[in-house]
């Protein structure tokens, strides 16, 4: 059993920052692909940036180089740095878990809102 808890979302005037943090209960967490992603009304849920077991990242080409994901499996925590946002950035951000074990497991968080102002 996995729980994921979003938190860090608020709303930021554009070129502002924002830190997000996602904080994972059980076991599995040092062993899961980590992700965040993000869906705004009318549009389909994207991934943003994700972080592997190993340490790689990779981002969407809309955030490269304003985004950084991270993580401390010491404290079972993802992060992702927001910075120089834009009005496009608003939605709803999620946190994502995968491990395979015989088969792929994914949990979601419930997520957390980014508003960006215009």
């Known amino acids: 059993q996995v729980q994921l808890v979003e938190s860090g979302g608020g709303l930021v005037q554009p070129g502002g920052s924002l830190r997000l943090s996602c904080a994972a209960s059980g076991s599995m967490f040092s062993i899961s692909d980590m992700g965040w992603y993000r869906q705004a009304p009318g549009k389909q849920r994207e991934l943003v940036a994700a972080?592997?077991?190993?340490?790689?990242?990779n981002y969407a080409d809309s955030v490269k180089g304003r985004f950084t994901i991270s993580r401390d499996n010491a404290k079972n925590t993802v992060y992702l740095q927001m910075n120089s946002l834009k009005p496009e950035d608003t939605a709803v951000y999620y946190c994502?878990?995968?491990?395979?074990?015989?088969?792929?497991?994914?949990?979601w968080g419930q997520g957390t809102q980014v508003t960006v102002s215009s």
């Open positions: 994502n878990a995968r491990y395979i074990w015989l088969v792929q497991r994914e949990y």
């Open positions: 972080i592997t077991s190993g340490g790689r990242t």
